[in-house]
T-cell receptor, first 113, second 115 residues
């Protein structure tokens, strides 16, 4: 199936831990994103990569570090997790160009306890 | 800056009734506009989009939206609601920045469909 796939789907962890979320797309897209959806369903862009190059870095704590080993993969590593990091994190991909919509993954629900 | 505003965080309709979800945009350039749907515990799925050309856009699941430049609106409609339409709906505007392609989302509208 052509898709954007994220792992894991659920992640429960303690404060202070370090965790990673992985994302892969097989759509041939050249641009990938991380979005954060808070408890009120608001979606906020965090990062964007185009062909492995970081092109958008919103105001995100530097505890969050994205890595793109190739244009089909975008991972998110989070250090020293805090309660406020609890949210759903979505990966998305598209072709460069504002007229293309994004294809989203199914999300990773991160709960920090 | 490009943005969208969704009027009404919650909309409730009866099954079989008209669905109308409102979205107004702000853009300094011709906008690219999108509607996404999010079912519980799932990702966002593209319903429809407007880029250029015909201002009435048809999407999946019987939804459509009309781009009205004079009203800066892109409202989503469906003639007859079905129980399966209950979900969160997001309007979004796409634009290019110095850093690349961005989608800015509205705050979402929760659609409830009642028997």
């Amino acid at each position: 199936d052509t898709a954007v796939s994220q792992t894991p789907k659920y992640l429960v962890t303690q404060m202070g831990n370090d965790k990673s979320i992985k994302c892969e797309q097989n759509l041939g897209h050249d641009t990938m994103y991380w979005y954060k959806q808070d408890s009120k369903k608001f979606l906020k862009i965090m990062f964007s990569y185009n062909n492995k190059e970081l092109i958008i870095n919103e105001t995100v704590p530097n505890r969050f570090s994205p890595k793109s080993p190739d244009k089909a993969h975008l991972n998110l590593h989070i250090n020293s997790l805090e309660l406020g990091d609890s949210a759903v994190y979505f990966c998305a991909s598209t072709f460069q160009g504002a007229s293309y919509g994004y294809t989203f993954g199914s999300g990773t629900r991160l709960t920090v306890v | 800056a490009q943005s969208v505003t969704q009027l009404g965080s919650h909309v409730s309709v009866s099954e079989g009734a008209l669905v109308l979800l409102r979205c107004n945009y702000s853009s300094s350039v011709p906008p690219y506009l999108f509607w996404y749907v999010q079912y519980p515990n799932q990702g966002l799925q593209l319903l429809l989009k407007y880029t250029t050309g015909a201002t009435l856009v048809k999407g999946i699941n019987g939804f459509e939206a009309e781009f009205k430049k004079s009203e800066t609106s892109f409202h989503l409609t469906k003639p007859s609601a079905h129980m399966s339409d209950a979900a969160e709906y997001f309007c979004a505007v796409g634009f290019l920045t110095g850093g690349g392609n961005k989608l800015a989302f509205g705050t979402g509208t929760q659609l409830k469909v009642e028997l």
